[in-house]
Nanobody, 125 residues
């Protein structure tokens, strides 16, 4: 079992930045692909970024490419999402997720079996 807890959400104006964190506990010594998803009101949960267990490979959804960066600190068992140049359409609840299989872009949310509780990000124009 792995427990995930996100933090760092908040409200910013368009063009601003936020950094989300996801602290992992439990069986963290196993290799997990980790990802960030977001869900806006009345929309499906969508993947925005993913990172391999060693942190050497990352991928991003087209809407956030070049603006968001994900990283992980294995010593601290923490996943990060640096979000720059935020836009109102980035407003959503952001979740971190983990699964013990190789990373693959565009994997559906149903493929992930560990989830955090989510953190709200609100971007005003």
């Amino acid at each position: 079992q792995v427990q995930l807890v996100e933090s760092g959400g908040g409200s910013v104006q368009a063009g601003g930045s936020l950094r989300l964190s996801c602290a992992a506990s439990g069986y963290t010594n196993r290799p997990y692909c980790m990802a960030w998803f977001r869900q806006a009101p009345a929309k499906q949960r969508e993947e925005v970024a993913g990172i391999s267990p060693g942190g050497t490979h990352t991928y991003y959804a087209d809407p956030v490419q070049g603006r968001f960066t994900t990283s992980r600190d294995s010593a601290k068992n923490t996943l990060y999402l640096q979000m720059n140049s935020l836009k109102p359409e980035d407003t959503a609840i952001y979740y971190c997720a983990a699964v013990q299989i190789p990373c693959s872009p565009s994997r559906p949310a149903s493929a992930y079996n560990y989830w955090g509780q989510g953190t709200q990000v609100t971007v005003s124009s």
